[in-house]
C-alpha cells in the first residue's frame, strides 16, 4: 500500500492535519476542508471519505470503506475503526415512495434524514457493518461483522445483527493498555 506524502497530504487543503497521518494514494477525499484527523491515523486503500468528519487520534478506516459525513458529520473519536467495507452514513434518503431520492434530484423533491453519527473512543466496527444517521456508538462499543446499527449503543456493550441488538458486555483491559501507549511506552 503507497501512502501519499506529508506535502501531498498538506497540499489537500485539510480542515486539520494532525502528525504521521497516512492516507493511500487510492484513497478518495472529497472537501477535505471539511475533514480533521488527528495523530497517528490512517485511512487506506480504495476508501472514501466525503462531507464534515473528524477523526480522533490513532483512527483506522481499512479498504474499502465508506465516511459519508455530509452536512451533519460523522465523528470517529480516538482509537475508533473501522474494518473492511464499513459504511458510515449522516444522511439517507426516504425509501418509502413519498419522496423522490437520489443527488440528482433537486431537494424540494426529496426528504432526507439528516443527523450526526458519533463512533466513540475504542469503538470496533466490525467488516461490512453499515451504520445509519442518528447513531450513536457509545465509548468501547464493538459492532459484530455484517451488522446494520440503527439505534445508538449502550458504553462497552458488543452488538451484533441486522438490525444490531446487544449480544454481551465488552471488557475495558484495553485502557490499561492505552495509558502504558500514551505514556510513550508504545513506541
Not at 166 to 176: C, E, G, H, S, Y
Amino acid at each position: 500500500m503507497a501512502f501519499l506524502s506529508s506535502s501531498e497530504l498538506q497540499k489537500l487543503g485539510f480542515k486539520h492535519l494532525g502528525k504521521n497521518v497516512r492516507i493511500s494514494d487510492k484513497a478518495s477525499i472529497y472537501q477535505p476542508s471539511e475533514i480533521e484527523i488527528g495523530d497517528e491515523s490512517r485511512i487506506d486503500d480504495f476508501c472514501v471519505i466525503s462531507g464534515k468528519v473528524s477523526m480522533g487520534r490513532n483512527v483506522h478506516v481499512a479498504v474499502f470503506c465508506n465516511v459519508a459525513g455530509g452536512t451533519e458529520g460523522v465523528t470517529l473519536e480516538d482509537f475508533a475503526g473501522l474494518a473492511y467495507g464499513c459504511h458510515v452514513f449522516s444522511q439517507s434518503d426516504d425509501y418509502s415512495g413519498t419522496t423522490m431520492t437520489n443527488p440528482t434530484v433537486p431537494a424540494q423533491f426529496k426528504q432526507e434524514t439528516k443527523a450526526a453519527v458519533r463512533i466513540g473512543r475504542h469503538c470496533i466496527v466490525g467488516a461490512k457493518s453499515v451504520i445509519f444517521p442518528g447513531v450513536h456508538l457509545a465509548e468501547g462499543s464493538a459492532v459484530g461483522a455484517m451488522s446494520m446499527v440503527t439505534r445508538s449503543t449502550e458504553a462497552w456493550t458488543i452488538v451484533a445483527g441486522v438490525p444490531a441488538r446487544k449480544v454481551k458486555d465488552r471488557r475495558r483491559d484495553l485502557l490499561a493498555l492505552e495509558k502504558t501507549y500514551l505514556e510513550g511506552a508504545g513506541d
